[in-house]
């Protein structure tokens, strides 16, 4: 590791000062799990960082709270752990917690966090397609104050999100999910642990009675970002929750996937899998659904 | 290394009335290890000692151009940028992957080291080591073992000369016909055949023939701790090293040879070694020494693992064609094989044990087996837990089951049928001594994972494979000596390194010998100017033979004090025993002298005793082979391709387990590896012979959560030879998995996998569902 400038501000304000005063030749530095690896094998995707912000002191951007009005705020700086065992998240937002915590090793779950998984912008990142499915919104500030962003747009390729060179990921809003909601996040990886996503799939359903009435379906490691698969969704939205119906949202979502062939799979199989797992996945959500009913 | 020797307790006497030996016994270096204590070459600091970065060859082949070391020179904290050029004098030897540093003219593989900077800082020598100015003009990369042997095949590389195999030797000993590369100049570094009977002739007799190709991937060890080196040349001309190492000796009697210093001013100090499995017997210890020469400092070389990946000695890729004729009755007629092991950009593929192996489980009167090791532009290979025996057992015991499918035979009886005994014939003409690869087979049929087969098969998508495996091991002489203490207690000292707790056997054969509870007894092992000689810790054969050598020197010990207590006692030897921490009378135990009373009268100022120092020393001429047989409870998801272990079970022949919880741990861990390698390990290569995955993310090595619980069964048929009967442990374990895997994924969806590692995405395709 080559040497750098090391910060440790203690509000997110003074965080922010210290990234404009770098001009883009910094970097913020949350759980470490992806930055120090990237630095030590010198493959980061940006130049290599002068100075690192610590976010490590920023209680700001800690916590994880739920209100029935206001739904979740998870802390860009709450870990893989504290969102995977939170217990509104494992009962309001299981696809959520089941995304968080698959991350790495605990030990990576103890040190990286939700803020450092959106904003490293990898295609597989587990936490992000369970995002998608419950319409998260990122706030982000910046010197100009805050924004707020669907986090859907949030990201823009491998490794490059919405985020300016001195703007932070502060927090992440998730609306309450409706009543008769289920959902779950699976991905698929060659070990049983300690592995990256070959393919990542959330759904979320909601029904009433035996019909859907909303529908969100997120592929993760299947194109140059997370993405929804729009198709898919179309093809569940109003019809019986049925097989026949996850069969064809199944295949549909294979149409919207755009995956590439790499040293962990190639692009025929990640399609293959898209097919399987969603269809699983949307039975699964379907009988979680109706168990919340 | 100093170690703490525990207190600890013999848990009874066996059947055979052993006390020590036989008993289950938690390890000498244990509490160290557990509780960090344990000091590795990389903790390991001295004063006045510089880091290394190396530079990696960027091409799997390339003509060097030039090399421009001036910036990497200015960058403040470098103290030298070391390339060909400005090495030490030392017998260079081209045509091995040890005999040459860096090259002066062509690279042959990606990561072959090329030059080295030296700094105080770790990070200033990774960061200059960038500034390098490096120009390369590609030549043409030979990358497929298959396509290289082919005439037309660019060379990989200038003819071989002078190949030293000694390395080789250390891990099986096979005699044979084996030729070098000679004549036109190809990539067939050497070959081998091995013929008995006509196979013609056999083929004809069969009632089913089954012809297949079987391939298994490139691997590597992928110990905990990657390669690490420290060494220092004083003025005096004495080279000191420290390194992680199997094989002390052997790195001194290399190093004497490279730079014609005399054995007796190098000391080798093998550090703990942090996993070998083969892979760490001499590769960086010649570099860093010429660097220390060079500098006249202290110089450490630690590799990442991305180095290590790429520029160790990791284990052949094998492609591997057989033919098997077979009656309707399961006698096999026929055996017909080409074994290629890629070997990298150097000779040193185990080609040979793969056809001894091939055509060394079955009794078969007709074979015809040729072995080829070729090179290519890639990283060269080693050793890796019985090395090359995974490859051909993955062909043999898959043909096994395919032939016993088609049969409709049992495929544990048709085994058991064809299994080789003490007095049948190797594929080289020699005949086993007693083995127990039968005794194995009739155990694993009573392993939990074997008796539930007929419920596991009828359940979809589930099936079990059963699969043999064995290892011939590695011979060469040792010895040992034991110093009797003026309090009565035992010092053992060896020479071999202990990876997989021989010393703590050794504990237990001392104490056997002696008759003396376990805490009575230290085992080190020395550096090579203080330990009496051993060969390197490879082969299996550390309890074989050094164990041999430590149970002789005790009872030579126990001799000396017989013999000094003559005159006390007032009884010949004969009638003397030991028990107790005492020389007594047999029959009149009150008549004795205790242990601390000879040490007394051995050490003290005007004492009339001579220091009592047991010696052993013993050449090993038999070879005592390892067999095993293990099942494997598998699921398959059938549209995923992803496969779940529900249970392992293992038997193996250890002769006699001197310690069965370090045996058991020897074929759990074994066996781990057979399965990492069925499923996930592969050294994957781009079109341009660069290593993808040079890192333990995507080269996936299984996780406690892969695993099934493995379920042990020792089996005990004595070797002539070995301490108390034991014989070869460490190896056998790995050789099974990949084909115990893929025979029981072929019952459990009826896909027959032809290549491992056998990934969801190859099973689904073997599937036709992709």
Same mark, same amino acid.
């Given at each position: 590791?080559?040497?750098?400038?090391?910060?440790?501000?203690?509000?997110?304000?003074?965080?922010?000062?210290?990234?404009?005063?770098?001009?883009?030749?910094?970097?913020?530095?949350?759980?470490?799990?992806?930055?120090? @690896?990237?630095?030590?094998?010198?493959?980061?995707?940006?130049?290599?960082?002068?100075?690192?912000?610590?976010?490590?002191?920023?209680?700001?951007?800690?916590?994880?709270?739920?209100?029935?009005?206001?739904?979740?705020?998870?802390?860009?700086?709450?870990?893989?752990?504290?969102?995977?065992?939170?217990?509104?998240?494992?009962?309001?937002?299981?696809?959520?917690?089941?995304?968080?915590?698959?991350?790495?090793?605990?030990?990576?779950?103890?040190?990286?966090?939700?803020?450092?998984?959106?904003?490293?912008?990898?295609?597989?990142?587990?936490?992000?397609?369970?995002?998608?499915?419950?319409?998260?919104?990122?706030?982000?500030?910046?010197?100009?104050?805050?924004?707020?962003?669907?986090?859907?747009?949030?990201?823009?390729?491998?490794?490059?999100?919405?985020?300016?060179?001195?703007?932070?990921?502060?927090?992440?809003?998730?609306?309450?999910?409706?009543?008769?909601?289920?959902?779950?996040?699976?991905?698929?990886?060659?070990?049983?642990?300690?592995?990256?996503?070959? @393919?990542?799939?959330?759904?979320?359903?909601?029904?009433?009675?035996?019909?859907?009435?909303?529908?969100?379906?997120?592929?993760?490691?299947?194109?140059?970002?997370?993405?929804?698969?729009?198709?898919?969704?179309?093809?569940?939205?109003?019809?019986?929750?049925?097989?026949?119906?996850?069969?064809?949202?199944?295949?549909?979502?294979?149409?919207?996937?755009?995956?590439?062939?790499?040293?962990?799979?190639?692009?025929?199989?990640?399609?293959?899998? @898209?097919?399987?797992?969603?269809?699983?996945?949307?039975?699964?959500?379907?009988?979680?659904?109706?168990?919340?009913? | 290394?100093?170690?703490?020797?525990?207190?600890?307790?013999?848990?009874?006497?066996?059947?055979?009335?052993?006390?020590?030996?036989?008993?289950?016994?938690?390890?000498?270096?244990?509490?160290?290890?557990?509780?960090?204590?344990?000091?590795?070459?990389?903790?390991?600091?001295?004063?006045?000692?510089?880091?290394?970065?190396?530079?990696?060859?960027?091409?799997?082949?390339?003509?060097?151009?030039?090399?421009?070391? #001036?910036?990497?020179?200015?960058?403040?904290?470098?103290?030298?940028?070391?390339?060909?050029?400005?090495?030490?004098?030392?017998?260079?030897?081209?045509?091995?992957?040890?005999?040459?540093?860096?090259?002066?003219?062509?690279?042959?593989?990606?990561?072959?080291?090329? #030059?080295?900077?030296?700094?105080?800082?770790?990070?200033?020598?990774?960061?200059?080591?960038?500034?390098?100015?490096?120009?390369?003009?590609?030549?043409?990369?030979?990358?497929?073992?298959?396509? #290289?042997?082919?005439?037309?095949?660019?060379?990989?590389?200038?003819?071989?000369?002078?190949?030293?195999?000694?390395?080789?030797?250390?891990?099986? /000993?096979?005699?044979?016909?084996?030729?070098?590369?000679?004549?036109?100049?190809?990539?067939?570094?050497? /070959?081998?055949?091995?013929?008995?009977?006509?196979?013609?002739?056999?083929?004809?007799?069969?009632?089913?023939?089954?012809?297949?190709?079987?391939?298994?991937?490139?691997?590597?060890?992928?110990?905990?701790?990657?390669?690490?080196?420290?060494?220092?040349?004083?003025?005096?001309?004495?080279? /000191?090293?420290?390194?992680?190492?199997?094989?002390?000796?052997?790195?001194?009697?290399?190093? #004497?040879?490279?730079?014609?210093?005399?054995?007796?001013?190098?000391?080798?100090?093998?550090?703990?070694?942090?996993?070998?499995?083969?892979?760490?017997?001499?590769?960086?210890?010649?570099?860093?020494?010429?660097?220390?020469?060079?500098?006249?400092?202290?110089?450490?070389?630690?590799?990442?693992?991305?180095?290590?990946?790429?520029?160790?000695?990791?284990?052949?890729?094998?492609?591997?064609?057989?033919?098997?004729?077979?009656?309707?009755?399961?006698?096999?007629?026929?055996?017909?094989?080409?074994?290629?092991?890629?070997?990298?950009?150097?000779?040193?593929?185990?080609?040979?044990?793969?056809?001894?192996?091939?055509?060394?489980?079955?009794?078969?009167?007709?074979?015809?087996?040729? !072995?080829?090791?070729?090179?290519?532009?890639?990283?060269?290979?080693?050793?890796?837990?019985?090395?090359?025996?995974?490859?051909?057992?993955?062909?043999?015991?898959?043909?096994?089951?395919?032939?016993?499918?088609?049969?409709?035979?049992?495929?544990?009886?048709?085994?058991?049928?064809?299994?080789?005994?003490?007095?049948?014939?190797?594929?080289?003409?020699?005949?086993?001594?007693?083995? !127990?690869?039968?005794?194995?087979?009739?155990?694993?049929?009573?392993?939990?994972?074997?008796?539930?087969?007929?419920?596991?098969?009828?359940?979809?998508?589930?099936?079990?494979?059963?699969?043999?495996?064995?290892?011939?091991?590695?011979?060469?002489?040792?010895?040992?000596?034991?110093?009797?203490?003026?309090?009565?207690?035992?010092?053992?000292?060896?020479? /071999?390194?202990?990876?997989?707790?021989?010393?703590?056997?050794?504990?237990?054969?001392?104490?056997?010998?002696?008759?003396?509870?376990?805490?009575?007894?230290?085992?080190?092992?020395?550096?090579?100017?203080?330990?009496?000689?051993?060969?390197?810790?490879?082969?299996?054969?550390?309890?074989?033979?050094?164990?041999?050598?430590?149970?002789?020197?005790?009872?030579?010990?126990?001799?000396?004090?017989?013999?000094?207590?003559?005159?006390?006692?007032?009884?010949?030897?004969?009638?003397?025993?030991?028990?107790?921490?005492?020389?007594?009378?047999?029959?009149?135990?009150?008549?004795?002298?205790?242990?601390?009373?000879?040490?007394?009268?051995?050490?003290?100022?005007?004492?009339?005793?001579?220091?009592?120092?047991?010696?052993?020393?013993?050449?090993?001429?038999?070879?005592?082979?390892?067999?095993?047989?293990?099942?494997?409870?598998?699921?398959?998801?059938?549209?995923?391709?992803?496969?779940?272990?529900?249970?392992?079970?293992?038997?193996?022949?250890?002769?006699?387990?001197?310690?069965?919880?370090?045996?058991?741990?020897?074929?759990?861990?074994?066996?781990?590896?057979?399965?990492?390698?069925?499923?996930?390990?592969?050294?994957?290569?781009?079109?341009?012979?660069?290593?993808?995955?040079?890192?333990?993310?995507?080269?996936?090595?299984?996780?406690?959560?892969?695993?099934?619980?493995?379920?042990?069964?020792?089996?005990?048929?004595?070797?002539?030879?070995?301490?108390?009967?034991?014989?070869?442990?460490?190896?056998?374990?790995?050789?099974?998995?990949?084909?115990?895997?893929?025979?029981?994924?072929?019952?459990?969806?009826?896909?027959?996998?032809?290549?491992?590692?056998?990934?969801?995405?190859?099973?689904?395709?073997?599937?036709?569902?992709?």
């Amino acid at each position: 590791m080559r040497t750098f400038e090391y910060k440790a501000p203690e509000t997110i304000d003074e965080a922010v000062s210290l990234l404009k005063e770098a001009g883009g030749s910094a970097r913020p530095l949350a759980g470490g799990t992806d930055l120090v @690896v990237q630095m030590k094998e010198r493959a980061t995707r940006f130049p290599y960082p002068a100075t690192i912000v610590s976010l490590d002191r920023v209680s700001e951007l800690r916590g994880v709270d739920f209100s029935e009005t206001d739904g979740l705020r998870i802390g860009a700086g709450a870990t893989m752990t504290d969102v995977a065992t939170h217990p509104a998240v494992r009962e309001r937002y299981a696809a959520l917690a089941e995304g968080a915590g698959v991350v790495g090793s605990l030990q990576t779950m103890n040190m990286a966090t939700i803020g450092g998984n959106v904003c490293n912008a990898a295609p597989s990142a587990d936490t992000v397609p369970p995002l998608l499915v419950y319409d998260a919104k990122a706030v982000i500030v910046g010197p100009n104050g805050r924004r707020t962003l669907p986090i859907a747009e949030f990201f823009r390729g491998p490794g490059e999100t919405a985020l300016e060179s001195d703007e932070l990921l502060a927090e992440l809003r998730l609306p309450v999910p409706a009543t008769g909601t289920g959902a779950a996040y699976q991905r698929n990886t060659p070990r049983k642990q300690m592995d990256i996503a070959v @393919v990542g799939v959330a759904v979320a359903l909601t029904l009433s009675g035996d019909a859907i009435e909303h529908a969100r379906v997120a592929l993760g490691a299947v194109a140059p970002t997370p993405l929804r698969a729009m198709s898919a969704e179309a093809a569940l939205q109003g019809q019986p929750a049925s097989e026949e119906t996850f069969a064809k949202a199944a295949e549909a979502a294979a149409q919207d996937s755009t995956p590439i062939t790499d040293i962990r799979a190639s692009a025929d199989y990640r399609r293959h899998l @898209v097919k399987v797992m969603t269809a699983r996945l949307l039975a699964e959500a379907a009988n979680r659904a109706k168990g919340t009913a | 290394m100093a170690q703490e020797t525990k207190v600890r307790e013999s848990t009874g006497t066996d059947a055979n009335g052993h006390t020590a030996v036989g008993q289950r016994v938690t390890r000498l270096d244990g509490a160290a290890k557990v509780t960090g204590k344990t000091v590795y070459a990389d903790d390991m600091k001295m004063p006045g000692m510089l880091h290394t970065s190396v530079l990696y060859a960027p091409h799997a082949h390339a003509r060097i151009k030039s090399l421009d070391t #001036a910036k990497a020179r200015a960058v403040p904290g470098v103290h030298a940028v070391i390339t060909a050029a400005d090495l030490p004098d030392y017998n260079r030897k081209d045509s091995n992957r040890t005999g040459l540093i860096f090259p002066d003219k062509e690279v042959l593989f990606f990561g072959q080291p090329v #030059a080295a900077v030296l700094s105080e800082d770790p990070h200033v020598a990774a960061e200059a080591v960038e500034l390098i100015e490096a120009e390369f003009e590609p030549l043409p990369a030979v990358l497929d073992a298959v396509a #290289a042997m082919e005439k037309d095949s660019p060379l990989v590389r200038d003819p071989l000369h002078d190949v030293d195999r000694s390395e080789e030797r250390g891990h099986v /000993s096979v005699e044979t016909k084996e030729t070098e590369q000679e004549g036109e100049p190809s990539n067939i570094a050497s /070959s081998a055949p091995f013929e008995r009977g006509d196979v013609a002739a056999g083929f004809a007799e069969a009632d089913i023939v089954i012809e297949r190709t079987w391939r298994s991937a490139m691997v590597h060890q992928s110990y905990i701790e990657p390669h690490a080196t420290i060494a220092d040349y004083d003025i005096s001309g004495e080279l /000191s090293v420290w390194t992680s190492t199997q094989a002390p000796f052997y790195i001194r009697d290399e190093l #004497a040879q490279a730079f014609g210093i005399p054995e007796n001013r190098i000391r080798i100090t093998a550090t703990e070694v942090g996993g070998g499995f083969g892979g760490k017997i001499y590769l960086t210890e010649l570099m860093v020494a010429a660097l220390a020469i060079a500098v006249k400092r202290p110089v450490k070389y630690i590799m990442s693992r991305k180095d290590d990946m790429l520029a160790a000695t990791p284990a052949p890729f094998a492609h591997i064609e057989l033919k098997t004729g077979m009656k309707r009755d399961g006698t096999l007629t026929a055996l017909q094989a080409r074994l290629i092991y890629d070997s990298g950009a150097f000779p040193g593929a185990p080609m040979l044990p793969g056809c001894m192996l091939i055509g060394g489980y079955y009794r078969c009167d007709n074979i015809d087996i040729k !072995g080829y090791e070729v090179l290519t532009n890639k990283v060269s290979v080693g050793a890796l837990r019985a090395p090359g025996a995974h490859n051909a057992t993955f062909a043999i015991e898959s043909h096994m089951d395919i032939m016993a499918k088609e049969l409709g035979l049992d495929p544990l009886e048709m085994r058991l049928k064809n299994a080789v005994a003490e007095g049948d014939l190797m594929p080289n003409g020699q005949t086993y001594p007693a083995i !127990g690869l039968r005794e194995c087979l009739e155990a694993i049929a009573d392993s939990d994972v074997w008796r539930r087969r007929r419920e596991v098969e009828a359940t979809p998508n589930r099936g079990i494979g059963l699969a043999v495996g064995g290892w011939l091991g590695g011979l060469q002489p040792a010895s040992a000596i034991v110093c009797l203490n003026p309090d009565g207690t035992l010092n053992v000292t060896v020479g /071999s390194a202990d990876i997989t707790g021989t010393n703590t056997s050794f504990q237990q054969i001392t104490a056997e010998v002696l008759n003396v509870p376990l805490d009575m007894v230290n085992v080190e092992t020395g550096d090579t100017k203080t330990a009496p000689y051993a060969g390197m810790s490879a082969g299996s054969k550390t309890v074989y033979t050094v164990g041999r050598a430590v149970k002789a020197a005790a009872e030579d010990l126990k001799q000396q004090m017989f013999e000094l207590a003559m005159k006390r006692l007032e009884v010949e030897p004969e009638d003397m025993e030991v028990a107790n921490c005492q020389v007594q009378v047999k029959g009149a135990p009150d008549r004795a002298m205790t242990f601390k009373r000879f040490g007394k009268l051995s050490t003290n100022f005007g004492a009339p005793f001579p220091v009592i120092v047991g010696r052993g020393s013993i050449a090993a001429r038999k070879t005592a082979p390892g067999f095993t047989a293990q099942a494997a409870d598998v699921e398959v998801d059938p549209d995923t391709g992803d496969v779940t272990l529900h249970g392992y079970a293992i038997a193996q022949d250890a002769g006699f387990a001197i310690n069965p919880l370090s045996v058991e741990g020897q074929m759990q861990g074994g066996a781990s590896q057979g399965i990492g390698i069925a499923l996930w390990e592969e050294m994957r290569y781009d079109e341009d012979g660069r290593l993808l995955n040079p890192n333990l993310l995507d080269y996936r090595l299984p996780t406690s959560r892969d695993l099934p619980p493995i379920e042990t069964i020792i089996v005990e048929v004595p070797s002539e030879e070995g301490p108390f009967g034991a014989r070869i442990v460490g190896e056998p374990s790995i050789v099974a998995g990949p084909a115990a895997i893929g025979n029981a994924i072929d019952s459990a969806v009826g896909a027959r996998q032809h290549e491992v590692p056998i990934t969801p995405e190859r099973l689904l395709r073997s599937m036709g569902k992709l």
